[in-house]
């Protein structure tokens, strides 16, 4: 574990040997600080409710990184009116145990008002990659994610940030605006973690019952058979129809299973350009996201 | 004049004395580099076509300041399809000179490119402030301002930016967006500078023919008359109408005279808070804008 030492201020306490900071300007001079100092710092933002995918971005964020810090974060203005802001879990002190027995050296757990003062009134709005799919299913979600990832970056100026594939056009989205407004900081994307049967780890899986567990598979393998169609040479109206027909014979209420562009989700993907497939659906009242990055194929003859 | 020391990339060159810098990420590592060395830095944002009043802006960041950058980039996403952006002046080598002659140490004037890549597809949005008066009869001006100016504070991040009050609305949108995204820089403001008669200058006052040059003088009187009238105790309703009949009479074509709230622009003005009287019109094709704070009046008694 990387020496944790406790900052000055008095919102900083030491809980299970994480420091935990609330205030967003003292996260950030402690940042600096460290960076004056030599160190790479990486910065893994979560919504809490870890899991171990977000165990595999910590563990990567250290391997990389002289201090990594962690937020915890349930950013309200992501979230829709008819959304589960409200039950959203929050294991606030499991998820400190686990990112202290990982070696973070800082979790940045800011107030609600902190990172929204009175009167707030700016928005990072993202066109382009966050209009189809879930830009279009949840309207705002992607201005309330570019809006408090902004945010978090300029609280946490760290060398790197490490998001996961499975939100993968938030990480269009994140890397776009990082671009865009020139935010001084790199973005990695990480592999999904998966359950034994293929389900894509997500905070929201603890919502299923046992038997929509059981379908929830459906997703990876919808999945699976759309990179086995995609390395086939099928087209994609084919690959999207397969797609349908095994979360359909699992009862997931799909909205969208499709076959894109990997880098604009664009329907149209140039020959030789890697591709993505994307599927969301809902068993119940939990709606679950997962995707498959596909490689380029070999352009047609001729 | 503070030293100008070169950088050492290819883009940027000494250009009357004051080193140009048109990279972005290069601006940025000469400012961090200066800080480091425990040089306060000051930032003037501006659009070229510089004048006294840019100048005393200069001036008061030199003071305040050890190192001063002054940008010069006329953002396009501020103005609106019908508006001046391919007419407004562009003299660049004058600015520079001028910069130069005031101690300016660097000139960012980036590509529109690099602060627009290709793709691009972010904004920030600012309601609130932004709403009334400009934000009607702008629409989309104050997120391209706002857009740009968090672009700019990544790319120059100093201690502090000066902006002129003459542009008081806009004032109000930079200091929320900076608030709400935490962009760790000062924002101050520095008082209008004006022409002998009063009016306040700005680039656009050279589009004005010799006869609406004359009759532009219309709206710092009216502005007079407001702080006059707000200082016999008279109420908004005739301040108002007191502004638009000097407007009238000189031949402005009004599009708002009005008192509000300094820090909301709310037509409810709390008893002993400060107003501020705006004031937009046209003479022929161009359009002017100004306006003057008011202090508090003492509460009614009883």
Known sequence: MNPAKPSTGTAAAAISGVVVERDPARMRAAVLA???????????PTMGALHAGHGSLVAQALARC?????????????F??????????????????????????????????????????????????????????RPGHFSG?????????????????????K???????VRRMVRDLGLPI????????RESDGLALSSRNAYLSP???????????????????????QDVTAIEAAMRHILEQRGVSIDYAAVVDRDTLATQIPPGSPAVALVAGRLGTTRLIDNQELPPRPRPPG
């Open 66 to 78: 002289d201090d990594v810090v962690a937020s915890v974060f349930v950013n309200p203005s992501q």
């Open 167 to 173: 939100d993968w056009q938030q990480t269009l989205v």
């Open 145 to 165: 994610v570019a809006t408090v990832v902004c945010r978090l970056f300029l609280a946490v100026p760290a060398d790197v940030a490490l998001f996961g594939a």
């Open 186 to 193: 790199e973005i990695e994307v990480c592999p999904t973690v």
């Open 34 to 44: 460290a960076q004056r100092g030599g160190r790479r710092v990486g910065f893994v």
């Open 211 to 233: 038997a929509d567990r059981q379908r929830a598979v459906a997703l990876h393998e919808s999945l699976c058979q759309a990179a086995a169609l995609w390395g086939a040479g």
């Open 80 to 137: 829709g009116p008819t959304e589960d802001f409200s039950r959203y879990p929050r294991p606030f002190a499991a998820d400190c145990a686990l990112l202290a027995s990982q070696g973070v050296r800082w979790v940045f757990a800011p107030e609600t008002e902190s990172l929204y003062p009175a009167g707030h009134a700016t928005a990072v709005v993202v066109t382009g990659p966050a209009e189809p799919f879930e830009g279009m299913l």
